[in-house]
């Protein structure tokens, strides 16, 4: 073994460590809060606030995911390949025999682009339409307004922010799976061990350079000298 490869086998713990800290602390953690709700169960967060989050937490992870591959792409190219892979997919529960079958990775990408730079909603292809709904509106309120919608001829697909997330949190437990599979194999196969450790140093050199992390100062050190 040369001395690169012993230097990342020795780090590696610590880098994986700080690789997951900061991707399911900072970055989910901090996403998710924003769908916090008040004793009457309203969100403090607008619905379009809540939107630009989750669409940063696809980027996010559609990054992670590349890094760790190895592979090189645009961030169009890699929001699309892994919502498909992971979100708009069977194995994804929160995708299966829902509404979410009308949507295209193309139509969410465009939507995004609208929602992050514009706080609107493009123009979309297809036969389905896109909008959204408030977190608190009845399933079957929502019915009602789609029903009338098909009887004049247009397909509309209404979606709650909250649901959009469960989705993408649910693709991140698919996409995990198949790194704890790459893990697992790596056990016997020393082709998949450096292809992990490497994935993971890949990502750890990534967040050093362009990550930002939480700092906590104690309270007896905020006053300022």
């Known amino acids: 073994m040369n001395k690169k490869r012993k ?5 590696h713990q610590k880098k994986d460590d700080a690789v997951l800290k900061f991707f399911l602390k900072e970055a989910t953690e901090d996403i998710a809060s924003v769908f916090a709700m008040d004793s009457q169960k309203r969100n403090y967060t607008s619905e379009r606030v809540q939107l630009v989050c989750v669409f940063t937490l696809i980027d996010v ?3 992670y995911w590349y890094e760790y591959l190895g592979r ?3 961030q169009q190219d890699r929001f699309l390949e892994w919502v498909k892979k992971y979100c708009l997919t069977d194995a994804n529960r929160e995708y299966k025999n829902t509404d ?3 949507l295209s990775a193309e139509n969410l990408y465009a939507v995004r682009s609208s929602m992050v730079h514009f706080l609107g909603i493009a123009g979309l292809n297809g036969d389905y339409k896109l909008t959204f709904a408030t977190n ?3 399933d079957d309120f929502i019915e009602k307004y789609r029903k009338g919608f098909r009887e004049r001829g ?3 697909l209404v979606v709650k922010p909250k649901s959009l997330h469960n989705l993408i949190l649910e693709g991140t437990i698919l996409m995990l799976n198949d790194w704890k599979k790459v893990i697992d194999e790596a056990q016997s196969d020393e082709k998949k061990k450096w292809e992990h450790i490497e994935g993971i140093d890949r990502l750890y050199k990534r967040i050093q350079l362009e990550g930002a992390l939480k700092v906590s100062i104690p309270e007896n050190n905020r006053e300022l000298r």
């Open 61 to 63: 992870i559609a990054n």
């Open 136 to 138: 608190i509106i009845p």
């Open 154 to 156: 247009h397909h509309v």
């Open 72 to 74: 090189n792409g645009t």
């Open 100 to 102: 979410f079958i009308h």
């Open 7 to 11: 230097q990342l086998e020795y780090e």
